[in-house]
T-cell receptor, first 116, second 113 residues
Framework: NAGVTQTPKFQVLKTGQSMTLQCAQDMNHEYMSWYRQDPGMGLRLIHYSVGAGITDQGEVPNGYNVSRSTTEDFPLRLLSAAPSQTSVYFC???????????????FGEGSRLTVL | SQQGEEDPQALSIQEGENATMNCSYKTSINNLQWYRQNSGRGLVHLILIRSNEREKHSGRLRVTLDTSKKSSSLLITASRAADTASYFCATDDRGSTLGRLYFGRGTQLTVWP
């Protein structure tokens, strides 16, 4: 059981470039989400998904795109990278959607992105 | 925003002492969770407490929840150097769309040997 796997671990982009952060989980979790972590800001929710084919916006969705074609994968796309998107990105999954039936979130190890 | 706020931002103690961290939040919740993050790593779930629970224990961890004050506390007893990490509370929002979990900015705990 690998848990939640994120790739790449490190990435440097130039302003305007696009890229995709990959996230995969092998726990058959319904719920998957992306957070960004910035110094002094804690974790902020970007997008989340409660199942294949279903996605929704979090607190800071602008500049990011997601899709959920399979239960296992939840890629995060940066459409046109900006220096403000320099951050550490975490993917997390849970066996159930949050709310009354919230389960614990399982986090990946993070992807450190620098936009020059 | 529903984001919880941890207090203090930083805490420095000696091994063997107890560490207490607090979390306040803004709206009604279904449950509250605490997570730990070692430097450079992902977050790891510690404990979940539901809105109808007042106290929960797990090993050296004790969590309390006061929904009337919209606050929670995490107590780590007999701290060890290995407890050095950042600790975050996370809440959902009972009145909002299912699927959103909000994290605070965290408390940085340093335990000196």
């Amino acid at each position: 059981n690998a848990g939640v796997t994120q790739t790449p671990k490190f990435q440097v982009l130039k302003t305007g470039q696009s890229m995709t952060l990959q996230c995969a989980q092998d726990m058959n979790h319904e719920y998957m989400s992306w957070y960004r972590q910035d110094p002094g800001m804690g974790l902020r929710l970007i997008h989340y998904s409660v199942g294949a084919g279903i996605t929704d916006q979090g607190e800071v969705p602008n500049g990011y795109n997601v899709s959920r074609s399979t239960t296992e994968d939840f890629p995060l796309r940066l459409l046109s990278a900006a220096p403000s998107q320099t951050s550490v990105y975490f993917c997390a999954s849970s066996y159930s959607r949050t709310g009354l039936y919230t389960g614990e979130l399982f986090f990946g190890e993070g992807s450190r992105l620098t936009v020059l | 925003s529903q984001q919880g706020e941890e207090d203090p931002q930083a805490l420095s103690i000696q091994e063997g002492e107890n560490a207490t961290m607090n979390c306040s939040y803004k709206t009604s919740i279904n449950n509250l969770q605490w997570y730990r993050q070692n430097s450079g790593r992902g977050l790891v779930h510690l404990i979940l407490i539901r809105s109808n629970e007042r106290e929960k224990h797990s090993g050296r961890l004790r969590v309390t929840l006061d929904t009337s004050k919209k606050s929670s506390s995490l107590l780590i007893t007999a701290s060890r150097a290995a407890d050095t990490a950042s600790y975050f509370c996370a809440t959902d929002d009972r009145g909002s769309t299912l699927g959103r979990l909000y994290f605070g900015r965290g408390t940085q705990l340093t335990v000196w040997p």
